[in-house]
């Protein structure tokens, strides 16, 4: 049994914090874009509508510009703008957000990523995006480079602590403006319509049905997790990934993937090409029981 394995057996890692001594200001919105995610809408967020966009194919980006354009915003309050799936992928009330907030140390993000198991199972948001529409890293980091030419998405890493699936999370607002700032350029970038990141992606949900999505919202979803791993601007707390639901064929290794996001860690903290090399040996053994035949 390795160190690592040693550790997971012998500790047991908090579920959620205890509660903090004042009460921090947050703004939870929920976007709905027809009468029905309007009645299944969690009254603990406020609605936003996304009813006849403007822009309907970048989804939740649109309506969570169009807020962060037209609405003050106050530097101390956390702001967050989930789908109406974020129930259904978290099993996550808004009152259970709250309170891990309020019941977590002060931060710049506090982030709800769903599929932990995505997030463990791949060295970084842009690995996994990769594993589904090869090619997408690259193109991705074209146009990454013109924020931070020294960034190498190939190297990049993300564990549960900087990583974010469906842009699940709540912020401050330097965090939102840095956010936008990258997606508006994103949106400004793809406005030709002969650009690679225009390419439509069609793809298998958890629940079977099939969607097309165009590669750019993929793209845009990475964004908070490119912000939080390529710099140390910005502090996260996240929500516990073993308290988080994972996709089918994941349940029973659990273990597995917590010891491959400890493997990241180690390999960041450390810079020793060890932890890396173990993580890709572990990795493969996950991804050869999840997805037969297939490699990262």
């Known amino acids: 049994m390795s160190v690592l394995a040693k550790f997971f057996r012998k500790n047991k890692i908090a579920d959620l914090p205890s509660p903090a001594t004042s009460l921090r200001r947050i703004s939870g919105h929920q976007i709905v874009y027809d009468q029905i995610t309007r009645e299944q809408r969690d009254p603990g967020f406020e609605p936003l509508e996304n009813v006849n966009s403007e822009q309907p194919g970048w989804f939740e980006y649109w309506p969570i510009r169009t807020y962060l354009r037209t609405t003050p915003l106050d530097e101390s309050t956390l702001y967050g703008f989930v789908s109406p799936g974020f129930f259904e992928k978290t099993r996550l009330s808004a009152a259970e957000v709250r309170r891990f ?40 980091a074209v146009f990454f480079a013109q924020f931070d030419s020294g960034v190498d998405l190939r190297q990049m890493v993300n564990h549960s602590g900087n990583a974010i699936f469906c842009n699940f999370f709540f ?45 750019k919202v993929f793209v845009m979803e990475c964004v908070a997790s490119y912000l939080l791993a390529s710099s140390n601007r910005f502090s996260n707390i996240n929500y516990p990934p073993r308290l988080l639901p994972v996709g089918r064929g994941f349940p029973p ?23 890396l090399e173990h993580y890709r040996v572990e990795q493969k053994r996950v991804i050869s029981t999840v997805w037969p035949g297939r490699e990262v």
Not at 189 to 202: A, R, V
Not at 253 to 275: A, I, N, V
């Open 101 to 140: 907030i309020q019941a977590s140390e002060d931060a710049d993000v506090y982030s709800f990523s769903p599929f932990p198991c995505n997030g463990a199972s791949f060295l970084s948001v842009f690995e996994s995006m990769d594993f589904y529409f090869r090619g997408i890293r690259d193109h991705a």
């Open 253 to 275: 290794l659990r273990f597995e993937l917590g010891l491959l996001d400890e493997l990241k860690r180690q390999y960041l903290q450390t810079g020793e090409s060890r932890f």
């Open 171 to 215: 912020a401050k607002p330097k965090f939102w403006r840095e956010w936008l700032r990258i997606c508006d350029q994103l949106h400004e970038d793809t406005k030709g319509g002969q650009h690679y990141l225009n390419l439509e992606c069609p793809y298998v949900r958890e629940d079977g049905n099939k969607k097309t999505v165009e590669a």
